[in-house]
């Protein structure tokens, strides 16, 4: 899609609900202003926040497999250029002053453009995000053995977590002895049961130091007022979320699926795009024949597919002993 308007995730569920989706004749979900401020979560167009310098390839220098280019690849956080109209019309209450302080976003050298903004709502979900990715994350991570005591004091020392340390000795006197850090580490790697109760008090360290920054900028209470947390605790989350993206999710065990998934769409992408009446199902064929936008249509149709979806079409186009003329598409 980079020559045809290009494709991020959070723009795309923009798109699903406010147009793909079937419950209503021509608005998707027929969702409010409200609900969809809330999955606004970056308030600038594609043309707009795209560095035209990285521009989405394959890699040069491999001998005789395309590759792809995952950095240069990486899309800019932003909603479609397609959903503008969506777009203008929940954003249409505000004062000019509001909107455009909303859709305001800095220029960054060698990068995309990120945006300056968000909503209350988006915010609140960011923080679950926060809180979600670097907590619960984090215990999966332990309780699978994906990470040792040794990589978590390497990106998770003393000093990141001191506000935490500080709550536990205050909280809980007496009970992790004169080395707070070191009784952390015991019940993070001891037994499923001492791990489960220390999450829950990190998680009772972070969920009620919650609070509401204002900006002052913005007249409406919905942009105006952000959740944020203070930084110990926002450093230790920091912290946490790089241990596990670190360890985790940029290991090769994890990286190999990414990339064979990423393989997989681009091959399914390609084929589709080649001959859309001979490989596309007949109604998103149908769509792509009256649509202004036919690429989109195709973006959507393979966007829109399941792990199991896509990997049987993938078998289906590539694997010689599989699939069937019976196959139902």
């Known amino acids: 899609m980079r020559d045809h308007g290009g494709f991020e995730g959070n723009g795309q569920t923009l798109r699903i609900l406010s147009r793909l989706e079937k419950f209503s004749e021509a608005a998707g979900s027929n969702l409010t202003r409200e609900t969809l401020l809330g999955v606004l979560k970056y308030p600038a167009p594609f043309s707009e926040v ?47 002053g509001d909107q455009d302080a909303f859709r305001q976003f800095d220029i960054r050298a ?32 332990l309780e699978l053995r994906l990470i040792d005591q040794k990589q978590f004091q390497a990106h998770v020392p003393a000093a990141a977590c001191q506000g935490l340390l500080d709550y536990l000795n205050s909280q809980y006197r007496g009970q992790y002895g004169n080395d707070v850090y070191g009784g952390l580490l015991d019940r993070l790697f001891g037994d499923g049961n001492d791990r489960k109760h220390q999450i829950n008090r990190i998680l009772n360290f972070v969920i009620p130091s919650i609070q509401i920054r204002d900006e002052a ?92 979806h896509l990997l049987r079409t993938y078998e289906r186009l590539f694997a010689p002993r599989m699939g069937s003329v019976f196959d139902k598409l």
């Not at 060698?110 to 960011?126: F, P, Q, T, W, Y």
């Open 50 to 96: 795209a560095n035209p310098d990285l521009h989405p390839r394959m890699l040069a220098d491999t001998s005789g497999t395309p590759l792809l280019d995952r950095k240069a690849s990486e899309p800019p956080k932003c909603f479609l250029d397609c959903e503008q109209d969506v777009v203008d019309w929940i954003l249409s209450p505000l004062s000019k």
């Open 110 to 141: 060698g990068r995309h453009a990120k945006v300056r903004h968000k909503s209350l709502a988006c915010s609140i979900m960011d923080l679950a995000d926060d809180i979600s990715f670097g907590i619960h994350d984090l215990e999966d991570a």
């Open 217 to 308: 900028e913005f007249e409406e209470p919905r942009l105006r007022y952000r959740t944020e947390v203070p930084k110990p605790v926002a450093d230790f989350l920091a912290a946490v979320t790089k241990l596990v993206y670190e360890e985790v999710i940029c290991s090769p065990s994890v990286q190999h699926l990414e990339f064979k998934g990423q393989m997989m769409v681009i091959a399914v992408f390609e084929v589709m795009k080649s001959e859309p009446k001979r490989f596309l199902p007949c109604d998103a064929y149908a769509k792509f024949a009256s649509s202004s936008d036919p690429m989109r249509i195709i973006c959507d149709y393979v966007s829109g597919m399941t792990d199991s």
